[in-house]
């Protein structure tokens, strides 16, 4: 396993476009994360899942933003009707925690966005 | 809410120096964890060390090392015989204990931009 791997790197897309993201994480690990990071910031928490069960949310993502993680392997984040302010470069990590065996979070390198 | 806040937007250091990067965070919760991430420019980020508030002693973790003030809600990596291959950007980053519920979700500040210089 070589890690959390996210594609594509690049995306630019042009306002009001869809796009989709993906992430696989590290196989054994049940718990994934989808942040976000603009110029200047640093990462800032979006959703969160254990395992296929989307179990928070932050108020960053609003309606244009939809994320899955079927069968709790890889999971996809879309966003619809883009916009110049979703510009921003897209983390997703993942981690474990299965009882006393718990592990911290590993980073991809990112999906970075643009939008024109 | 958990705040974590990296006053030091940049920071430079000579090759072989020792740099301290500085953070202060702000929790009303007794079990929590807290990070040093780096992200290089190829921008994976690397969890460089971490800190559990019920231990006292400092984490270390060969050249790096933090100074944890609890009471005073402090957290400084102390990077020693910095290498070029140091630089980038550091973020302080702060997490609930395990059990607590809910997700665990990592909080991070604004970064420093650590320049090491040859």
């Known amino acids: 396993d070589t890690g959390v791997s996210q594609d594509p790197r690049h995306k630019i897309t042009k306002r009001g476009q869809n796009v989709t993201f993906r992430c696989d994480p590290i196989?054994?690990?049940?718990?994934l994360y989808w942040y976000r990071q603009t110029l200047g910031q640093g990462p800032e928490f979006l959703t969160y899942?254990?395992?296929?069960?989307?179990?928070?949310k932050s108020r960053l993502l609003s309606d244009r933003f939809s994320a899955e993680r079927p069968k709790g392997s890889f999971s996809t984040l879309e966003i619809q009707r883009t916009e110049q302010g979703d510009s921003a470069m897209y983390l997703c990590?993942?981690?474990?925690?299965?009882?006393?065996?718990?592990?911290?979070?590993?980073f991809g390198q990112g999906t970075r966005l643009t939008v024109v | 809410a958990q705040t974590v806040t990296q006053s030091q937007p940049e920071m430079s250091v000579q090759e072989a120096e020792t740099v301290t990067l500085s953070c202060t965070y702000d929790?009303?919760?007794?079990?929590?964890?807290l990070f040093w991430y780096k992200q290089p420019p190829s921008r994976q980020m690397i969890l460089v060390i971490r800190?559990?508030?019920?231990k006292q002693q400092n984490a270390t973790e060969n050249r790096f090392s933090v100074n944890f003030q609890k009471a005073a809600k402090s957290f400084s990596l102390k990077i020693s015989d910095s290498q070029l291959g140091d630089a980038a950007m550091y973020f302080c980053?702060?997490?609930?204990?395990w059990g607590q519920g809910g997700s665990e979700k990592l909080v991070f500040g604004k970064g420093t931009k650590l320049t090491v210089n040859p």
């Open positions: 990590a993942s981690s474990s925690q299965f009882g006393a065996l718990n592990t911290e979070a590993f």
């Open positions: 196989s054994e690990h049940n718990r």
């Open positions: 899942f254990q395992n296929e069960a989307q179990l928070e």
């Open positions: 929790t009303s919760e007794s079990d929590y964890y």
């Open positions: 800190q559990e508030a019920y």
């Open positions: 980053a702060y997490r609930r204990g």
